[in-house]
């Protein structure tokens, strides 16, 4: 009679994708727990292999066929590797009942202003945490802190999505800067900094690169580690962040009608992104959102050049022109 039912087996394996212990040796795991050898040797055997067929299925496997005996064994070798892997055990359910109630990610963004709806594709992150994401459905920050609420239960985080939890979760500004256009002092997002992060995916070699091609001033060394740029390297930069700047103008519709107010009274691009204190990322910010919002700008009066509004005043005054 077989030990483990097929509903057992569906919530261990589910559990199972999640566990850093999925593509290791079926061998090697039942060794670590002092139970009896799994009988198959195949450098395929691992957990992995088995986790993604019913329990009907299992039984079917060449492997298992004819043996509900050694079905129980793989699935106890898991049940005893999860609770190994996993130490909170039959709190993770619990957990992840809560997550959204509890979590401190959550919280945090709360108390800056941080709207949860905010779109991952214009936080800067990795190739690698932007995989990850997409693989989970995930759109948004406040679906980011989710899924990483869920897995911290359940696997190790590395690289740039733990950097971003654990600033999400302690509410460190300067390290929340780093991911999204958050000002530090502040609450809220600003559409500069959103813009100048853009770039931040970049190489810092490439950054200086480019934007020595766009006639930064750059001190001597970070000119000597500036990449050198040519005119279609530079183009190609330009076409791969043109549609993120795009979307960061179109999300920040508000901060978006501010800067063209700005301009229209004779403000600078420059003196709007001197906010990021990077002249690298600066000047290609300005670069950027030149280019899209060419033919937007209409100046105003007061945008009138100085001299032009002197020799009006004049022309009040004494009756000249």
Not at 112 to 121: D, F, K, S, T, W
Not at 143 to 155: I, P, W
Not at 290 to 298: F, M, R
Request: glycine share 10%; with cysteine.
């Amino acid at each position: 009679m077989a030990k483990f039912t097929s509903t057992e087996w569906d919530e261990i394996r589910k559990k199972f994708r999640h566990s850093i212990m999925a593509d290791t040796s079926l061998v090697s795991l039942a060794q670590n727990l002092d139970t009896q050898e799994w009988p198959h040797q195949g450098e395929d055997e691992k957990p992995s292999k088995y986790i993604d067929f019913t329990y009907d299925e299992l039984l079917m496997m060449p492997e298992i066929a004819g043996k509900s005996e050694r079905a129980d064994h793989l699935i106890g070798i898991l049940k005893e590797t999860l609770a190994f892997d996993d130490p909170f055990g039959d709190m993770v359910a619990q957990v992840e009942e809560t997550s959204a109630k509890e979590n401190p990610i959550l919280k945090t963004l709360g108390r800056l202003g941080i709207p949860e709806n905010y779109p991952m594709v214009l936080a800067n992150f990795s190739e690698g945490t932007r995989l990850v994401c997409g693989t989970e459905g995930v759109k948004t920050i406040g679906e980011f802190a989710n899924l990483g609420q869920k897995m911290s239960t359940r696997v190790v985080l590395g690289g740039d999505f733990r950097t971003a939890l654990n600033a999400l979760t302690h509410g460190d500004e300067e390290g929340i800067s780093l991911f999204l256009p958050y000002r530090k002092g502040t609450t809220g997002l600003h559409l500069a900094e959103a813009i100048g992060l853009v770039a931040a995916g970049l190489p810092r070699a490439d950054q200086l690169g480019l934007a020595r091609y766009y006639g930064a001033k750059l001190n001597p060394a970070e000119t000597a580690a500036a990449k050198a740029m040519t005119r279609e390297q530079a183009e190609k930069h330009e076409a791969m962040m043109r549609a993120t700047v795009g979307a960061a103008l179109d999300w920040f519709k508000d901060q978006k009608t501010a800067l063209l107010q700005h301009l229209a009274e004779g403000g600078t691009y420059e003196r709007y992104f001197i906010v990021l204190n990077d002249p690298a990322r600066e000047a290609i910010a300005v670069r950027l959102t030149g280019t899209a919002l060419k033919g937007s700008v209409k100046p105003s009066a007061a945008a009138a050049p100085a001299e032009d509004r002197k020799r009006g005043l004049f022309s009040r005054l004494f009756g000249r022109g």
